[in-house]
C-alpha cells in the first residue's frame, strides 16, 4: 500500500517568513495530492491540492509542487501570519472507481511567532 | 456547499457502553464515507470505508465487531463503538466524497467527534 513520509514534524518561523513542509510517497500510482490544515479539535480542512498532471499549483500565499519523478511534493507558505498555526497534513491517493482512499502524512505543527 | 456534519462533537460514557456517531452530508449525496481515528498529536488512520447500501470494508487491524458501520442512506453514515473501553478514546473523523465527482479524489471531512471512555 501506498506510505506517505512527511517533514518536518514540527516547524517553527517568524511571521512574515516562509513555511515549507515536504512529502514523499511510495505508491508511483498515486494521483491526488492534497494538503490539510487542522486546528485543534476540528476535523482536516483543505487548503490546496495538486494532481499528478500539474507540476505547481498557487493560491495566493499558499503553492505546492509536484515531482513525480522523485516522488515528492511540498507546501510553501509564504508571508506567514499567526492564524497560519496549526498542523498541516500531506496525504496521497490513487483515484479509483471504487472510491479514494486518503494515506495521510505524519504531520507537521508549525508555530508561527508574532 | 459541500458540508459534513458530525454528532454529537463531543461524548463521554462509561466503560462497556456503546456509542454512536452520526455523519452526515447536508448538501449533497455521497457514495462513499470514510471514517478514521485520530489519536492525540498522531496522524488520521483510516478504519473503513462506508459504501451506501453495502457493508463496509475495514482495514488491517481494525474489529468489524467493535467498530459497527452503516451506511443506511446517500448522506448519513453512523459509526457505533460497541463496549467501548478507555484504549478507544480517540479523535473520530467522517469523510465523504461527492456522488457528483466519484473519480476526483477529493474528500470533505467533518468535524470530528471525540469520544472519552471512563
Known amino acids: 500500500g501506498e506510505n506517505v513520509e512527511q517533514h518536518p514534524s514540527t516547524l517553527s518561523v517568524q511571521e512574515g517568513d516562509s513555511a515549507v513542509i515536504k512529502c514523499t510517497y511510495s505508491d508511483s500510482a498515486s494521483n491526488y495530492f492534497p494538503w490539510y490544515k487542522q486546528e485543534l479539535g476540528k476535523g482536516p480542512q483543505l487548503i490546496i491540492d495538486i494532481r499528478s498532471n500539474v507540476g505547481e499549483k498557487k493560491d495566493q500565499r499558499i503553492a505546492v509542487t509536484l515531482n513525480k519523478t522523485a516522488k515528492h511534493f511540498s507546501l510553501h507558505i509564504t508571508e506567514t501570519q499567526p492564524e497560519d498555526s496549526a498542523v498541516y497534513f500531506c496525504a496521497a491517493s490513487g483515484v479509483k472507481a471504487a472510491g479514494n482512499k486518503l494515506t495521510f502524512g505524519g504531520g507537521t505543527r508549525v508555530l508561527v511567532k508574532p | 456547499g459541500a458540508v459534513v456534519s458530525q454528532h454529537p462533537s463531543w461524548v463521554i460514557c462509561k466503560s462497556g457502553t456503546s456509542v454512536k456517531i452520526e455523519c452526515r452530508s447536508l448538501?449533497?449525496?455521497?457514495?462513499?464515507m470514510f471514517w478514521y481515528r485520530q489519536f492525540p498529536k498522531q496522524s488520521l488512520m483510516l478504519m473503513a470505508t462506508s459504501n451506501e447500501g453495502s457493508k463496509a470494508t475495514y482495514e488491517q487491524g481494525v474489529e468489524k465487531d467493535k467498530f459497527l458501520i452503516n451506511h443506511a442512506s446517500l448522506t448519513l453514515s453512523t459509526l457505533t463503538v460497541t463496549s467501548a473501553h478507555p484504549e478507544d478514546s480517540s479523535f473520530y473523523i467522517c469523510?465523504?466524497?461527492?456522488?457528483?465527482?466519484?473519480?476526483?479524489?477529493?474528500?470533505?471531512f467533518g468535524e470530528g467527534s471525540r469520544l472519552t471512555v471512563l
Open positions: 448538501d449533497f449525496q455521497a457514495t462513499t
Open positions: 469523510s465523504a466524497q461527492t456522488r457528483l465527482k466519484p473519480n476526483t479524489g477529493e474528500l470533505f
